[in-house]
């Protein structure tokens, strides 16, 4: 678990899409409007945390407009990350 956490707070973006994806789905388009950066650093980072089991999409055959949410696991990295950050 140790891993993962370090992995995903050694990218502010990846800390970030974790957090908008706890409130709700997004696409890459959307997060990267509200993170304010480029969609190719969002689908890197978004495919990152796939390969980690982090996130989810739930569109994979669509061209266009993939929908991402968190998974289970992703929510206890995100609270885990919060609660060392608050420390």
Do not use: W
């Not at 997060?31 to 650093?41: N, P, V, Y």
């Amino acid at each position: 678990m140790e891993e993962l956490i370090s992995f995903v707070m050694s990218g502010k973006i990846r800390v970030k899409i974790l957090q908008i994806l706890l409130k709700g789905k997004k696409t890459p388009t959307m997060l990267a409007k509200e993170i304010k950066t480029h969609q190719s650093t969002i689908s890197r980072a978004l495919v990152s945390l796939g390969k980690k089991n982090l996130v989810r999409c739930l569109t994979p055959k669509a061209k266009l407009s993939r929908i991402y949410s968190i998974t289970d696991s992703g929510k206890n990295i995100i609270d885990e990350i919060s609660q060392i950050m608050e420390s």
